[in-house]
């Protein structure tokens, strides 16, 4: 059957289930963009690149002594708005000889289709890992000696922990770590021995374990010169859509394309308690943000 919106040279195509699979392959991907790190709570209605999303903060009022006979001053409530843009616009196009065999075939199961998704999600992964990283707080280089390695990445990791304590970061929190520094953690007998600790296990998004309130995660896309990143989700945020897939007939060849749009952007997010309002009522972004850390590690040349 041919619906009135369908090519007739493609009726067998159904945009729909191209695009579940598209998010459903694409999420599992990602690290610095999943629910684990950034939060999406913003996204809001992204139609087009340069669309900006906007969010409020709201101060915390003064508590005020009630005395006799002052009595009270009413306060009004007052927000602080943050802005969120979409600046990244970046597109995956597959080009087909015949889309009902394609689906046939397994969609966007097929060899090239998968690297394909993948390169999508490394952009969006490299993206949103520049955008941490940069707003992070940094905390002492590490110094990894062939000795005390797993000892000296485990510290870090406590120190991390103890630095967001002392900001009342909240529990949920979560650790990034490069493969290099995953490949010596996991040697300390804390992370070996994780269940009896936390929680072990490596899972999607690139868990590695759960440990001192932290859920580890390891990739490879680790920002230049970081090589641990510690923080919560609420402090960094990811807006991201898919505009949906397009089917037609190829001009330059005789085959049929494919192509989706896919539209993001991400920023640290401020609060009131933590960061510095300016006289125009909005945060000073120049400042790093309590409520993510970031340190490197200097390697000994035998670790």
């Given at each position: 059957m041919t619906f009135a919106y369908q090519n007739p040279a493609?009726?067998?195509?159904?945009?729909?289930?191209?695009?579940?699979?598209?998010?459903?392959?694409?999420?599992?991907?990602?690290?610095?963009?999943?629910?684990?790190?950034?939060?999406?709570?913003?996204?809001?209605?992204?139609?087009?690149?340069?669309?900006?999303?906007?969010?409020?903060?709201?101060?915390?009022?003064?508590v005020g002594d009630y005395k006799l006979p002052d009595g009270m001053t009413a306060q009004r409530p007052e927000t602080v708005d943050q802005k969120l843009p979409i600046t990244e616009a970046k597109y995956l196009?597959?080009?087909?000889?015949?889309?009902?065999?394609?689906?046939?075939?397994?969609?966007?199961?097929?060899?090239?289709?998968?690297?394909?998704?993948?390169?999508?999600?490394?952009?969006?992964?490299?993206?949103?890992?520049?955008?941490?990283?940069?707003?992070?707080t940094a905390l002492p280089t590490v110094k990894a000696t062939p000795e005390n390695t797993p000892q000296a990445l485990y510290s870090a990791l406590l120190d991390m922990m103890l630095a967001?304590?002392?900001?009342?970061?909240?529990?949920?929190?979560?650790?990034?770590?490069?493969?290099?520094?995953?490949?010596?953690?996991?040697?300390?007998?804390?992370?070996?021995?994780?269940?009896?600790?936390?929680?072990?296990?490596?899972?999607?998004?690139?868990?590695?374990?759960?440990?001192?309130?932290?859920t580890v995660l390891s990739t490879t896309a680790m920002p230049k010169g970081v090589d641990i990143v510690a923080g919560h989700k609420e402090f960094a945020t990811y807006a991201s859509q898919f505009t949906g897939f397009r089917e037609g007939q190829s001009e330059k060849y005789r085959a049929d394309y494919i192509d989706t749009l896919h539209l993001y952007g991400g920023?640290?997010?401020?609060?009131?308690?933590?960061d510095t309002k300016k006289?125009?009522?909005?945060?000073?972004?120049?400042?790093?943000?309590?409520?993510?850390?970031?340190a490197a590690v200097e390697w000994a040349t035998a670790a």
């Open positions: 493609s009726h067998a195509f159904v945009p729909e289930i191209w695009d579940a699979d598209l998010l459903t392959q694409f999420d599992p991907l990602l690290v610095w963009a999943s629910p684990i790190v950034s939060n999406n709570k913003y996204e809001g209605d992204i139609r087009k690149q340069g669309d900006v999303v906007h969010i409020n903060s709201l101060l915390r009022p003064s196009q597959v080009l087909i000889e015949n889309a009902e065999r394609v689906q046939l075939a397994g969609g966007l199961d097929s060899p090239i289709n998968q690297q394909m998704v993948r390169s999508l999600a490394r952009e969006a992964d490299t993206f949103m890992g520049d955008v941490i990283a940069k707003g992070a967001l304590d002392d900001n009342d970061i909240p529990a949920g929190r979560y650790v990034v770590v490069s493969p290099r520094v995953k490949r010596y953690l996991i040697e300390h007998p804390a992370v070996a021995n994780a269940a009896a600790y936390g929680e072990g296990g490596v899972t999607a998004h690139g868990v590695v374990a759960k440990l001192a309130g932290f920023k640290i997010v401020r609060y009131p308690e933590l006289a125009d009522n909005t945060f000073d972004e120049s400042k790093p943000t309590k409520g993510i850390v970031k």
